[in-house]
């Protein structure tokens, strides 16, 4: 169940505090009133969270990661390819396969 933030309307003595985590079901209704000391709140909203990927194609590369783009129906490209290794790969092609044993290190 997703956790909600709730801010009291008024500056009250609640032992909450000013704001509070409540569990509910995605169903419920916001609530109007602290369970507690019973003043008015309000559900505070908050910007989704923008998850990303914090490294660059390069980044991936010189780490020794291989990256494959799905750009079509069982066709894929290596944004990471490093010298001799094939741009696209191709299921059912293993010449076209990264060599991965040349990234693989102990």
């Known amino acids: ?3 909600y933030t ?3 309307k008024s500056s009250g003595g609640c032992r909450r505090g ?3 985590e409540i569990v509910q079901p ?3 209704e916001a609530l109007a009133k602290c369970p507690d000391c019973g003043c008015a709140v309000y559900r505070v909203i908050f ?3 923008a998850l990303r990927n914090p490294y ?3 980044d991936l590369k010189g780490m020794g990661f291989t990256k494959l ?3 079509d129906r069982g066709v894929y490209e ?3 390819a490093t010298d001799g290794e094939s741009r696209v790969f191709e299921t059912g092609k293993p010449h076209t396969m990264p060599h991965l044993k040349k990234k693989i290190r102990d």
Do not use: C, G
């Open 1 to 3: 169940m997703p956790v």
């Open 6 to 8: 709730y801010a009291h």
């Open 18 to 20: 000013a704001e509070f």
């Open 26 to 28: 995605i169903s419920a």
């Open 47 to 49: 910007p989704p969270l």
């Open 56 to 58: 660059s194609d390069s």
């Open 69 to 71: 783009v799905r750009r």
């Open 78 to 80: 290596n944004v990471t």
